[in-house]
């Protein structure tokens, strides 16, 4: 994944897991920007501090100066436009819902959540176009075969991304 490879390139990633840990090492190390929600504010000090998430992959580390972790939701999706969503499905809702309406408008959405919003019983994609009004254009899905310690440590693994505008999902 993602997206040109220029410094003027930026992503937020939502979430603070190993999914998401290991999107923002593989991410950052591609020399792009990356502004990280992290949920917790101790973490996320400690993140800014040793540059590693002293929870999930542990051992990772991050170009500190390529990563932006902060605790605020609302500023790390105003930071960019592509956003990647890696938190569990479970926890969607309530993590977004405390965005506004229009948190995502000129955006480009990236699931890369496995399952389905078990109180709404849809895919992610679905809640986030109801919700905030995405287009099928602003959204894009990564998903495959592999796991989020496989691809921090860079080992072979194989990601689809997928977009029904060919544009955003070549940039993808």
């Known amino acids: 994944m993602i997206l040109k490879n220029n410094n003027k390139t930026a992503i937020s990633v939502i979430g603070d897991g190993s999914w998401a840990t290991?999107?923002?090492k593989i991410v950052s190390d591609n020399?792009?920007?990356v502004n990280w929600w992290v949920r917790n504010k101790d973490r996320c000090k400690y993140i800014k501090s040793f540059g590693n998430n002293p929870h999930?992959?542990?051992s990772v580390q991050f170009v500190?100066?390529?990563v932006k972790p902060n605790i605020r939701l609302n500023r790390v999706v105003e930071s960019s436009k592509y956003i990647v969503l890696a938190i569990p499905a479970a926890f969607i809702k309530d993590v977004l819902d405390t965005?506004?309406?229009d948190a995502f408008e000129g955006k480009i959405v990236i699931s890369a959540v496995k399952g389905m919003i078990p109180s709404e019983n849809c895919l992610v994609t679905?809640?986030?176009q109801k919700r905030f009004g995405v287009t099928d254009e602003q959204i894009a899905v990564i998903c495959g075969p592999c796991h989020a310690e496989e691809v921090a440590m860079e080992r072979q693994s194989y990601l689809t991304s997928v977009c029904t505008d060919k544009a955003v999902?070549?940039?993808v």
């Open 56 to 58: 999930y992959l542990s």
């Open 126 to 128: 679905d809640y986030v």
């Open 64 to 66: 500190k100066r390529k």
């Open 22 to 24: 290991a999107l923002v």
């Open 99 to 101: 965005l506004p309406t």
């Open 169 to 171: 999902a070549e940039e």
């Open 31 to 33: 020399d792009v920007k």
